[in-house]
């Protein structure tokens, strides 16, 4: 990795590092100090130097920039002259996402043939499957007084989800949701990260089967969505597909599942909180935006800078790179007072979790629609859940999403509905 020279005049914070260990359990503290003591915008000198933006106006100004924070990833060596864009993680990783690390006109062609499955009229259209997962879900726990939130539900109803959504066959749901639970939340060195990694070249194997299968017999979803423009003429290759439907596959599962972990341990520290949506179950989609805000499921992501600018007070060089850090600007005083309250009627909530600009989340809704769906069936059918939370465990890395493994939780047993969701090998245990 090429090690950049530490920019003259830099204002540097020498212990940040989003993929320590220290971060994980320190982060929230490091937001509020360092942007006090040294500004919105600061270098880490890790990875060969980065940096990074937490105050929500200079990331907000970033991630509506395109041009001058370019998503691009260039996988070959650039000509002497050109700068390398090394996408969205740092490290950068050693493939191209299609969509989510390109810049517009390329960009344009992902968004445009996605941006009708994910419109309100088709999320509106999966509400009552959700219901039926959210259901069956529960109904495996409900005579036995005990959950695992995170095993039994948060993780799973956003992965069946996202692989029907795609329209790959789900009887591997379980297997898919652990290795990508298990692909986020582990640090890098850990031996079950490389083999939950290898675990998912069963998805990828999932993927590039339906595709051969769809190429003769189209039916709804992602990938049909792009046989079908291909017919139409764009330049779509098998490669690039499948990466696009793992792409929609992993940005909801952690993520969703995430949020859901939140309110899920915050409902029991907070009764009051818990009274009010149960009292009026409409409240849960302004409650989802505050529980966005207050623990963005998604830290950050990061940018290559394409010409010399300033931000924040700091001079930015063409080629430096800068993480844009979501939850950190989603607690930044100056945009949200008392930040570190959760307040449902927070108003204006303008938060910076699902990122801003052209790449802003395409799937916002469908992770409305679920924490909406999962809180109040929860809300309905466990009313009196208590998470124990002296068990809870958070991620042992972050990364770039930040969630929970294990929410075990008690509460009076209730009667099952006999909800079947349809899937093969169900019920299935992790
Ligand atoms: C609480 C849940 C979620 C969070 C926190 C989240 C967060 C984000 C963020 C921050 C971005 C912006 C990336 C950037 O600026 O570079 C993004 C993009 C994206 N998200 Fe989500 N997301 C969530 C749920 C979902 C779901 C449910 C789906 C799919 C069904 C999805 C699919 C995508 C895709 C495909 C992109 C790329 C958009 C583009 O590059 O134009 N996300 N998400």
């Known amino acids: 990795m090429s090690v950049a020279e530490t920019p003259t005049g830099a204002t540097i914070v020498d212990y940040f590092d989003h993929n320590g260990p220290e971060y994980v359990r320190e982060r929230y503290g490091w937001y509020r100090e360092i942007m006090r003591d040294k500004g919105p915008v600061f270098w880490s000198p890790h990875y060969g130097g980065y940096w990074v933006?937490?105050?929500?106006?200079?990331?907000?100004?970033?991630?509506?920039?395109?041009?001058?924070?370019?998503?691009?990833?260039?996988?070959?060596?650039?000509?002497?002259?050109?700068?390398?864009?090394?996408?969205?993680?740092?490290?950068?990783?050693?493939?191209?996402q299609p969509m989510l690390e390109d810049d517009p006109p390329e960009w344009e062609k992902w968004r445009e043939v996605l941006a009708p499955l994910f419109s309100i009229p088709a999320v509106k259209g999966w509400r009552g499957r959700i219901q039926t997962l959210a259901d069956a879900c529960l109904d495996r726990s409900i005579e036995t007084g005990r959950i695992d939130f995170a095993h039994e539900l948060t993780n799973i109803v956003p992965a069946i989800f996202s692989m029907e959504f795609v329209g790959i066959p789900t009887e591997t749901y379980a297997e898919v949701a652990?290795?990508?639970?298990?692909?986020?939340?582990?640090?890098?060195?850990?031996?079950?990260?490389?083999?939950?990694?290898?675990?998912?070249?069963?998805?990828?194997?999932?993927?590039?089967?339906?595709?051969?299968?769809?190429?003769?017999?189209?039916?709804?979803?992602?990938?049909?969505?792009?046989?079908?423009?291909?017919d139409r003429g764009h330049a779509f290759t098998d490669e690039d597909i499948a990466k696009l439907g793992g792409l929609v596959i992993g940005a909801g599962i952690d993520t969703t599942s995430a949020v859901l972990g939140t309110a899920l341990i915050v409902l029991t520290q907070r009764p009051d909180l818990r009274q009010r949506l149960k009292d009026d179950p409409s409240l849960t989609a302004q409650a989802f935006e505050e529980f966005m805000r207050y623990s963005a499921p998604t830290q950050g992501l990061c940018r290559t800078v394409t010409r010399d600018?300033?931000?924040?007070?700091?001079?930015?060089?063409?080629?430096?790179?800068?993480?844009?850090?979501?939850?950190a600007a989603c607690r930044d005083e100056r945009q949200f007072p008392s930040p570190e309250v959760i307040d449902l009627d927070r108003r204006p909530n303008l938060h910076a979790a699902f990122g801003a600009g052209v790449h802003r989340c395409i799937g916002s809704m469908f992770a409305r629609l679920e924490f909406e769906t999962l809180i109040n069936t929860i809300l309905r059918r466990m009313p009196d859940y208590q998470v124990d939370l002296d068990a809870v465990r958070s991620f042992e890395n972050v990364g770039v999403v930040a969630g929970y493994t294990t929410i075990p939780a008690t509460f009076t047993p209730g009667p099952r509905l006999g909800v079947d969701p349809g899937i093969e090998g169900w019920p299935l245990k992790v």
């Open 178 to 230: 652990e290795n990508h639970h298990k692909a986020s939340h582990l640090q890098a060195d850990d031996p079950r990260r490389q083999v939950a990694l290898d675990g998912l070249a069963g998805e990828r194997r999932l993927v590039a089967e339906t595709i051969e299968a769809r190429k003769t017999d189209r039916r709804s979803g992602v990938i049909s969505a792009l046989l079908n423009a291909r």
């Open 309 to 327: 600018t300033e931000l924040g007070g700091q001079k930015l060089r063409r080629g430096d790179r800068i993480m844009l850090c979501f939850a």
């Open 53 to 96: 933006a937490i105050g929500y106006d200079e990331l907000m100004e970033a991630a509506k920039d395109w041009e001058t924070f370019s998503s691009l990833r260039v996988l070959e060596e650039p000509k002497p002259g050109e700068i390398a864009y090394k996408g969205l993680f740092v490290p950068p990783r050693d493939k191209h």
